[in-house]
């Protein structure tokens, strides 16, 4: 019972404080009027108008909080917030009903002792304040009598739900069985035959066999739906010719950018700080004479090596710290020193020499990005005009003669990742692309423009035989080796069954020693592991592969052991199943008590609250 009543307070404690923030976070903005009390009845319990309007309001505000954007109640309607909250109301109150009705509810010495309990009522000498309790109460927009009875309510359905599912409990032979299916271990041997494994190699196939491969599986060479698209491309490139830069720009560009060009050495650097000399003095000492590590330190602080990295920094980022640390080597510590934080420790890790890019080496990346800049801006200037054009009735190919973009084809797929179709802004716009649009210029990410025009469209097809002969051979070719490789290790498989090693067999073998299911095996078919388990010990396995074949030989079944892992997964599994169960036999129960309680909803009362939200 203690525990219960541990759990109850802090059931109320929560309770309380969001009927506090609700109080205090503006519920005045649902100001309700005039005589409506409630909005429905369950059994002989009330849903009164306020604790619906300050559910809802909660709610609304726990996904702000969450979507950090402001929820309007239209929206909030149209996800069924509003029939949520008073779903769980009705159970919530068709639950407080049965209680009543079977007595459930504690007694006024333990709703004192609750009461008392909670932090938020308790003065600063940590006693019960009772004006505390007053005030608290009444900015909530409660009286004491309101909340007792609350959380008397309350601690009737914990009584409740715990009766029901006290006594549940799922059969331990279903945890088990999970637990041994997830325990038990294969030990087998394996050898993977590939195509140099073959004892002759495949023949060349003929034209017939070619043909007749392609009709049997035509669904292999499909061509997929495609766009035939004209369109139209200048980029900063196209007028590069057309631009000019000055010296003078040059350098000027070089002095904003000297940061860039010009950057004094750098270190990169762990800081340790400590809250007094004589602690960073003693961690100093021990990494001279006791054989400490610098990571030994961090971790001893409850601090790990990501807390103290600084990443790269110059001398005057370290202050009094930085010639002390820049006349240190690589792997050195240094200090203790001081700085604004204290005295530290300082761990030097790498050392990023200095730059000094003159003029005449950063001048051809400057004239580049000038350059590039303003044929990007040319290009937006004369977009304009080309657009203008195309609203005239201009055609792709007439603005392609009379300026410098370029005309081209594409035959655009979802695959299409080649030329134009490189671009995400192209194939954006090639997948939108219908026949009733006109060409109108788009930019793309690098300030290239753009239009398109849609010739036609075919649909997934099969590529002719001829333009997949080369993909119907290495697909025929694939088939004959698999089938040569399955043959072949079929006809090894009675001399293992009948004992032979897989040496003898001239088979490289690999062995595996008490796998779980889930284990994973580099260069094994992926449902090697399923067949293993499927299988008894001395069984020998054909499995096909990617381009090889296994064959296996099951040499040892395992069951799960009694270790302190598995004990654990079986404690925490039949916890879990115990819980879930409990829960699914609650809401079958709560559901049946919702039934008899029958409640009555006034739609009219529940509308006048909906009006009150912004």
């Given at each position: 019972m203690k525990a219960k009543g541990?759990?109850?307070?802090?059931?109320?404690?929560?309770?309380?404080?969001?009927l506090l923030i609700l109080g205090l976070?503006?519920?005045?903005?649902?100001?309700?009027?005039?005589?409506?009390r409630t909005v429905g009845t369950v059994g002989d319990k009330e849903i009164s108008v306020d604790n619906y309007a300050r559910e809802l309001q909660q709610q609304i505000r726990t996904i702000e909080s969450q979507t950090g954007e402001t929820m309007p109640f239209q929206q909030a309607q149209a996800i069924g917030l509003d029939r949520a909250v008073l779903q769980r109301l009705v159970r919530l109150r068709a639950l407080d009903n049965e209680a009543d009705q079977m007595g459930l509810s504690i007694g006024d010495e333990n709703l004192r002792e609750r009461i008392v309990e909670i932090p938020a009522f308790q003065g600063i000498n940590g006693g019960f304040d009772r004006e505390g309790y007053r005030f608290a109460l009444q900015q909530s927009g409660l009286t004491e009598a309101e909340f007792e009875v609350s959380l008397r309510e309350e601690a009737g359905r914990t009584l409740l739900q715990n009766a029901i599912t006290g006594g549940v409990a799922m059969p331990d032979a279903y945890a088990r069985t999970l637990v041994d299916y997830?325990?038990?271990?294969?030990?087998?041997t394996w050898?993977?035959?590939?195509?140099v494994d073959l004892s002759e190699p495949v023949p060349a196939p003929t034209d017939a066999q070619l043909q007749t491969y392609y009709d049997e599986n035509t669904d292999q060479f499909m061509l997929p739906a495609s766009k035939s698209i004209t369109y139209v491309l200048m980029t900063p490139g196209d007028l590069l010719d057309e631009v000019e830069v000055s010296d003078a720009d040059l350098q000027k560009a070089y002095e904003d950018r000297a940061a860039e060009y010009i950057q004094p050495e750098r270190r990169?650097?762990?800081?340790?700080?400590?809250?007094?000399?004589?602690?960073?003095?003693?961690?100093?000492?021990?990494?001279?004479?006791?054989?400490?590590?610098?990571?030994?330190?961090?971790l001893d602080r409850g601090l790990t090596l990501e807390d103290v990295d600084m990443g790269d920094v110059a001398a005057q980022d370290l202050g009094a710290a930085g010639d002390a640390v820049f006349t240190g080597d690589v792997n050195d510590v240094v200090g203790p020193v001081p700085t604004n934080l204290g005295p530290a420790l300082f761990r030097i890790n790498g050392v990023l020499p200095s730059l000094n890019t003159t003029f005449e080496e950063a001048r051809p990346a400057l004239q580049q990005d000038l350059a590039g800049d303003r044929a990007i801006r040319q290009i937006e200037v004369r977009a304009r005009d080309l657009d203008d054009q195309l609203a005239g009735g201009a055609t792709l190919e007439q603005l392609a003669e009379e300026s410098k973009m370029t005309l081209g084809h594409i035959d655009w797929t979802q695959n299409s990742d080649e030329d134009i179709a490189a671009y995400a802004g192209f194939r954006e716009a090639a997948a939108a692309l219908t026949a009733d649009d006109f060409p109108k210029i788009d930019q793309l990410e690098d300030g290239s423009v753009f239009a398109m025009r849609l010739d036609g469209t075919l649909d997934e097809r099969a590529n002719p035989f001829d333009d997949a002969r080369a993909d119907v051979v290495a697909a025929w070719t694939a088939d004959q080796v698999s089938l040569a490789l399955h043959a072949q290790a079929e006809a090894l498989k009675p001399e293992l069954e009948n004992g032979a090693d897989f040496e003898s067999l001239a088979l490289t073998p690999t062995v595996q020693t008490d796998l779980t299911r889930d284990a994973l095996i580099n260069g094994a078919p992926a449902d090697m592991m399923t067949a293993v388990f499927d299988a008894a010990i001395g069984d020998i396995l054909v499995i096909d592969g990617d381009n090889s074949v296994v064959i296996l030989r099951v040499d040892a079944i395992a069951?799960?052991?009694?270790?302190?892992?598995?004990?654990?997964?079986?404690?925490?599994?039949s916890a879990q199943l115990d819980q879930q169960l409990g829960q699914d036999v609650f809401t079958i129960y709560a559901s049946d008590v919702v039934r008899r309680a029958g409640p009555m909803v006034d739609q009219q009362a529940i509308n006048a609250v909906h009006v009150n939200f912004p």
């Open positions: 541990n759990s109850l307070t802090k059931t109320a404690v929560w309770m309380l404080m969001g976070g503006g519920f005045g903005a649902v100001n309700l009027s005039g005589n409506v997830v325990g038990a271990k294969r030990s087998f050898a993977a035959l590939n195509e990169l650097v762990e800081r340790l700080v400590f809250g007094d000399q004589a602690s960073a003095d003693q961690a100093a000492a021990a990494l001279e004479v006791n054989g400490t590590t610098f990571e030994a330190l961090v069951d799960p052991q009694e270790s302190t892992q598995n004990q654990q997964l079986l404690t925490q599994l």
